[in-house]
């Protein structure tokens, strides 16, 4: 049966941000994000201030949700969550007070794995921005994962190269922090590329099975490098920041594209879809970009407030799973590990 007018109420609590949106069928009527500040002062999330603030914030901002969208409680049609992967404590908050007004409203619950999220967010009906078909390579990259995924349906994915240590949006974030850069550093890492000369120091690429990835190594290169350098000439990070940066960019993006180019080898899919935190830096968007002239692929790159941890990309699950009427019952588990 096809609804009309689905309103879904999506809500997403995985991490340090507690978000809200409200979809009509696959347009975004509100995308509200209440950001955590607590945690720049220690330089990464702290699990047990994060669920303290969810609880805190998870009230006022899905009332702003819908008060932006300009619907009332009782036109929902079903409240969509964050399932998984995430902080145990941080998902609860989100999944109990999901289930507490799925079953106050009389409404369908829909448990949705965050991961797949990042990919399906880019099915929402956005202006200027094009859908990709099925089946299409979606790379995930953020500060928690790294992962080339086959899409072949909404609901049928298969991860086929994924990091075995850190993610991407960590080999950034932790260059950042050799170079002396503010917490998160990855977007000021992107800042000064922009100046820098990209082959101006050379790094390894790790040799890795496959199509998976490795990261740790590169961090473990560029502080010794670091180090060595700062022996040498004591300002060698203030004389030289740009082209630092730059070069470790165009490792990260080297490893990442070659990897690409081998998956596309390997399953003759020349679909690629970006999602995940680090899908805003400017060098692999540009690089993805050229990558359409070049190898004469297709890529898709969603709008910036999808990409990081957001609601809305919640909210398009939740959508695609009313359609073929994919519920949860009140028992669903919050889970801080989910496969596929």
């Known amino acids: 049966m096809h609804h009309k007018e689905v309103f879904i109420l999506a809500i997403e609590s995985s991490c340090d941000d507690t978000a809200a ?14 950001r955590q500040s607590i945690h720049e002062e220690y330089g990464g999330v702290v699990p047990e201030l994060a669920s303290r603030a969810h609880q805190q914030n998870i009230v006022p901002v899905i009332d702003v949700a819908l008060k932006k969208a300009n619907i009332t409680k009782e036109q929902l049609s079903a409240i969509a969550f964050t399932q998984g992967p995430g902080l145990m404590g941080s998902l609860l908050v989100g999944s109990s007070f999901a289930k507490s007004l ?27 921005f094009e859908k990709p078909t099925f089946p299409f390579l979606a790379l995930t990259i953020s500060g928690g994962h790294t992962q080339i995924v086959k899409v072949n349906d909404f609901f049928d994915m298969e991860i086929i190269g994924e990091t075995t240590d850190d993610a991407v949006g960590e080999a950034f974030d932790k260059t950042a922090k050799i170079l002396g850069l503010p917490y998160p550093g990855g977007p000021l890492i992107d800042q000064f590329a922009k100046e820098g000369n990209p ?24 502080l010794y490098f670091v180090q060595k350098n700062l022996l040498i000439n004591p300002n060698f990070i203030e004389e030289n920041k740009a082209d630092i940066c730059a070069s470790v ?23 690629i879809a970006i999602g995940g935190g680090v899908s805003a830096n400017s060098g692999i968007r540009n690089t993805l970009k050229a990558a359409e002239n070049k190898y004469g692929w297709k890529s ?8 990081t941890d ?12 009313f359609l073929v009427d994919q519920f949860s019952d009140a028992n669903v588990v ?6 596929f």
């Open 21 to 34: 949106a409200i979809l009509q069928n696959d347009k975004v009527l509100s995308n509200v994000v209440a």
């Open 102 to 128: 799925a079953m106050a409203l009389n409404i369908p619950l829909i448990a949705v794995n965050h991961m797949q999220a990042h990919i399906l967010a880019h099915f929402i009906d956005e202006d200027g």
């Open 199 to 222: 082959k101006k120091y050379q790094f390894t690429i790790p040799k890795v099975d496959g199509l998976d990835f490795s990261f740790s190594g590169l961090k473990t290169q560029i």
């Open 249 to 271: 960019q165009y490792t990260i993006i080297e490893i990442l594209m070659e990897k690409l180019k081998m998956a596309v080898a390997e399953t003759g899919i020349k679909q």
């Open 300 to 307: 898709f790159i969603p709008k910036f407030e999808y990409t």
């Open 310 to 321: 957001n609601a809305a990309m919640i909210g398009i699950v939740g959508y695609q799973k």
């Open 334 to 339: 919050s889970k801080a590990r989910i496969e």
